[in-house]
Structures are given as C-alpha cells and as structure tokens.
C-alpha cells in the first residue's frame, strides 16, 4: 500500500499470471487501475514529474503488456488533481525517456521500430519520435527536433554517417541476398540506411 496525498494505492494479483495496481480516493473508489504481467508501483524515477506544467507532480505506474519483452514496458501517466483521471498511455516502442529541453520543458522521446523482414531481429531499423504534452494529450512534435537529430554529434547521425559510406554502399548494392538469407555486415547498412530515411520521413511531417 501507497499513499500520494489523499489517495491510496495498493498492488496485487489479478488473476492468472497478471498483476493489477490501482489508486483509491479517500472514499475507497478505484479512480485508476492497471494490469498486465507485471507492474511497477508509483515509479520513484518519474513519479512527481510535471507533465502538464501546472505544477503539480503526477503519478506513474509501469505496466508490462508482453510478459517481460523489453520492447512492451509502457508508462501510465496518470494525473490526481483536479479530478484523478488517466492522461496517457507511453512507452509501446523499443525505449522511451523523458527529458527537459533549452527552456526547461518536457520532452518524451520515444524509439519506434522500423520495417522487418529487410535484415535480421537484432538489427531491425528504428527511429526517434519526439513529443510534448499539450492540454494533457501528447502531442508528435518531431519536426521541431529535426536539426538536433541531423548533425555530427548526434549518437544516431554519427552511427549512420560511419556505416553509410561509398563503400558499404556498393556491397549493398551487390549484394544478391539481405535479410534472415544476408550477412551481419549487409544488416547493419541495410539498418542504418532504413534507420535514417524513417528519421528523415518523421522529421518532415506535421501533424495538423
């Protein structure tokens, strides 16, 4: 058992292999509940974090969906005040972290993966989506983040820029077989270059 104010959270199991979280209002009423095959309790990282910029702290519970995949831990956010209520779900792609920009604001930045089929599991293509929270909703904002990911410096960037030279180009281009039947060398350039034209495609594209 938990306590954020006046609200009380407690875990257990919720049938089968699943567990469950939930928070209480004074009067004993679930104003939220979670389940999935594991769930992190009122996460100490993030919990108290301003999503919203009210300046109030939320609560966050981590809830698993795929039995222990690293790819399926997913973030509730949720909000106590002035009503309790869940604000959004995140987390569904390969690694999810939050982070303050320039002027203090939150930024979640969230790694998708790519198409499959085109190299092998380990090295399936992914990209980067950023978003900021607006009228408590995410909102995809990674055009505004385009420039940041596109120069030397960037950890992807510098990756694709020395995977991605003449030379690699060619053995791809002479390849005959990429994929389960191609070579770890061949997944990498085909990853990197996947990688960059779905960072590109994402960087470009406004909502609205």
Known sequence: MGR???????RGSGGGDDCTAAIYNAAGK????????????????????????????????????????????????VTLLPKPHRLFDVGEGAAVDFVKDDMGKLVIRLRVGGPTGFTSSADRPYAERAYRVKDGKLVDSTPDFGGQIFRPGN??????????????????????????????????????????DAASALSSIRSG
């Open 30 to 77: 679930v104003v939220f509940r979670t389940t999935g095959f594991g769930v992190i309790f009122f996460d100490e990282e993030h919990t108290g974090m301003d999503f919203v910029g009210d300046g109030k702290g939320e609560v966050v519970f981590r809830t698993d969906q795929a039995g222990g995949a690293h790819c399926c831990w997913v973030y509730n956010i």
């Open 155 to 196: 950890e992807d960037f510098d990756e694709w820029t020395r995977t991605l030279t003449p030379e690699s180009i060619k053995k791809l281009q002479a390849a005959n077989e990429i994929g389960t039947h191609g070579t770890a060398e061949l997944d990498q350039i085909v990853s990197a270059l996947l990688s960059q």
């Open 4 to 10: 954020v104010g006046d609200f009380a959270g407690s």
